[in-house]
């Protein structure tokens, strides 16, 4: 298939020039995700935007003339935009205008795989696209043809808001009820009291790397943005023999849209039921550090900030260790394609369960040493001595505070 010939728009701010540089390189690789080719990036400063168009009179005319003279096919604005503003846009500009938003739902629509993510994405969409309906003229007769244009259910957008809505009820009913599965399977695992680690960060940092390294996941990976977009649980077992459940979730990024974070609630939520967080980060990115602060952000606004987190910083390979300084603690360096980095994380696992989950020292008798086993399975055992003197195992581990009625505090040493 033909790419179609791209031209970005970016406007720096006084709200915006901290992060604009980077936000612009983002946009390009996000072009590139959906199959499109930049071919001119525009960029104008302005202390606020313009109501009406964004960018000044001057610019647009500009604009203009490059669509005209570079054959564009698409144009898109690096800056969430009103129904206002996009009706106006289109019809000075004569092609297809999208802005951030429909860009990165348009590459979710490419990715998703599952029902569930399909469906959150086509919410997604119809929530965006909803109020954007009137006077899109010809960009609407374009639908499924192209970048901002695919997705589940969109060849079914009609100007008839009512069917749209019709459309919307159905999806979130069919939601509702993959919720309802999701949670009863979040259930069985808490009742057998595996300790659940959760994958976070921003897109493109090695979330999946890291689960196929830890994990036999053989999910999907590749260098570019929202790689994996459907969570992946697996089991991944410690060198202690503490076996925990690792999950991958859908890649974080500044300006998320907030119908995405909306529709993908019921997905989301599957962090805040984690014991520990793995907090990914690419250490060689330029903006690193504008990463870390868009996930830390994301994580206060999803109530996740209560959880212990473990940063594991990837991608040492491409970096002078010498000029690298760690932001976030606790933390462990490691390239995720490198056999080691499995060693690494798991120490680094071991040390925030031993500082943020309870201790216990527990005697067994002989004809109790069947619990050992177990004990390995669903805590941390660190020490494990038998005193023949006594008959009797010493075991001393560290567990999450939901599961301490597993261990049966009756026979601990004092």
């Given at each position: 298939m033909k790419e179609e010939r791209v031209l970005i728009i970016g406007v720096e701010t006084e709200e915006n020039y901290r992060t604009f540089d980077s936000s612009l390189a983002e946009m390009n690789q996000l072009v590139q995700a959906a199959h499109g080719e930049v071919v001119d990036i525009l960029?104008?400063?302005?202390?606020?935007?313009?109501?009406?168009?964004?960018?000044?009179?001057?610019?647009?005319?500009e604009?203009?003339?490059?669509?005209?003279?570079q054959e564009i096919d698409v144009v898109i604005f690096n800056h969430e935009l009103t129904p206002r503003q996009h009706q106006t846009l289109s019809d000075r500009l004569g092609v297809l205008v999208i802005d951030r938003v429909q860009l990165i739902l348009d590459i979710f629509a490419l990715r998703a795989r599952s029902k569930e993510g399909k469906l959150q994405v086509e919410l997604a969409q119809l929530n965006y696209l909803l109020p954007r309906l009137v006077g899109q003229g010809a960009a609407m007769s374009r639908l499924g043809a192209g970048i901002g244009t695919r997705g589940p259910g969109e060849t079914k957008l009609e100007t008839d808001r009512r069917h749209i809505r019709n459309r919307m009820t159905k999806v979130k009913r069919e939601l509702k009820e993959l919720?309802?599965?999701?949670?009863?399977?979040?259930?069985?695992?808490?009742?057998?009291?595996?300790?659940?680690?959760?994958?976070?960060?921003y897109t493109n940092a090695g979330k999946s790397t890291l689960l196929n390294r830890l994990t036999d996941a053989k999910t999907f990976e590749k260098d570019q943005l929202f790689a994996t977009l459907d969570p992946l649980t697996k089991k991944w077992r410690l060198p202690e023999g503490l076996m925990v459940t690792l999950t991958d979730t859908v890649g974080f990024m500044q300006d998320l849209p907030t119908?995405?974070?909306?529709?993908?609630?019921?997905?989301?939520?599957?962090?805040?039921?984690?014991?520990?967080?793995?907090?990914?980060?690419?250490?060689?990115?330029?903006?690193?550090?504008i990463q870390e602060k868009t996930v830390v952000n994301l994580m206060k606004e999803l109530d996740l900030a209560h959880i212990p987190v473990l940063t594991v910083y990837n991608k040492a390979d491409k970096l002078d260790l010498a000029q690298f300084v760690p932001t976030l603690f606790p933390n462990v360096l490691v390239s995720a394609r490198d056999e080691s980095s499995t060693v690494q994380v798991a120490r680094g696992v071991k040390q925030v369960i031993m500082e943020q989950f309870?201790?216990?020292?527990?005697?067994l008798t002989d004809q109790e040493a069947y619990r050992i086993a177990l004990l390995e399975r669903?805590?941390?055992?660190?020490?494990?001595?038998?005193?023949?003197?006594?008959?009797?195992?010493q075991i001393k581990g560290f567990v999450a505070p939901e599961n301490r009625s597993d261990v049966s505090y009756s026979d601990m040493e004092s």
């Open positions: 960029q104008q400063k302005r202390p606020v935007v313009n109501r009406q168009t964004i960018v000044g009179k001057g610019k647009l005319a604009i203009a003339l490059a669509v005209d003279a919720a309802a599965h999701r949670e009863r399977t979040r259930e069985k695992r808490r009742q057998s009291h595996q300790i659940q680690v959760g994958l976070i960060g119908q995405l974070i909306d529709a993908f609630h019921s997905t989301l939520e599957e962090s805040r039921e984690m014991d520990l967080l793995l907090h990914v980060v690419d250490a060689s990115a330029e903006d690193r550090q309870e201790p216990y020292a527990l005697n669903q805590t941390l055992v660190v020490a494990k001595e038998y005193d023949e003197t006594l008959g009797q195992y």
